[in-house]
Each structure stands twice: as structure tokens, then as C-alpha cells.
């Protein structure tokens, strides 16, 4: 994957884009600025920065979809969201709103070495119902 360096909020909107095109097939400028809590003219800014480094495709006033590339790195971003917030919320039991903040903001900074050390953690130490129940057993 070429080294394409965004900013945490460029790293925002291509996550904002991958999730709206898992749940509608598209994105939309609108749907995009009302997911961010943002304004058309940033959402424009930001798509027009994104479409100059081919990591999406949009059609004048029309549909926005990510290409390969983009959907590559919108894809391990928000792997490495997922992960930083079940280490939150499962490992450390912060409040799930707090945990998802906070994943939002630590995401942007990880690593990919760091995430996957954190993975091979949260693999090998999620417990399953049968480590629950043999440490119940033990007590």
C-alpha cells in the first residue's frame, strides 16, 4: 500500500465514507457533513482532497465511493477503531460513550506495528465461556 500520510481528519472523513457505503452503497456530501457534525463547504474541501489522491471517486453533485486504495485504508482504520475500543470497554470497563471517544481520538495515532501487538493481546486474552466457567469452578 503506497505511504499516503492523512490527517486524523481526513483519516475521518474516509472512515465517515466506508461506513456510509457499507450501509447505503453510496456516500453523499450531506450524509457525510451530517455524520460528522460538519458544513458542506468542509465536506467538499475534504472530498475534493481525497478524489486528488484516488481514494475516492464522486461524480459532480452526485454519489461519493472509495476505491480500492481508499476502501484499504478506510478498512484498517476502522479495524484499528474496533480494537482500541473493545480494549476500552471490554479490557479497562470504561463507559461505552467515553470508550468510543476516546477510540476515535487514539485510532488516528496507533501505529500499525503498536495495533497489531494490540490485537495479538485482545486475541489471546478475551476470555470464552469456558475460561469463565472454570474460573467460577476454581472460586
Do not use: W
Amino acid at each position: 500500500m503506497p505511504d499516503i500520510n492523512l490527517s486524523s481528519s481526513m483519516e475521518d472523513y474516509i472512515k465517515t465514507i466506508y461506513l456510509l457505503e457499507n450501509l447505503n452503497k453510496v456516500a453523499r456530501v450531506s450524509d457525510i457533513g451530517r455524520r460528522l457534525s460538519v458544513k458542506k463547504a468542509s465536506v467538499v474541501a475534504a472530498v475534493s482532497y481525497l478524489q486528488k489522491n484516488e481514494l475516492i471517486r464522486h461524480e459532480r453533485y452526485g454519489f461519493i465511493t472509495l476505491t480500492d486504495l481508499g476502501r484499504e485504508i478506510a478498512s484498517k482504520i476502522e479495524k484499528k477503531y474496533g480494537m482500541v475500543y473493545e480494549f476500552l470497554s471490554a479490557f479497562l470497563k470504561i463507559d461505552p460513550e467515553k470508550a468510543k471517544d476516546e477510540a476515535c481520538l487514539i485510532e488516528h495515532s496507533l501505529s500499525d506495528d503498536t495495533a497489531s501487538k494490540l490485537a495479538g493481546y485482545i486475541k489471546s486474552n478475551r476470555q470464552t465461556p469456558a475460561k469463565k466457567i472454570n474460573r467460577k469452578a476454581r472460586k
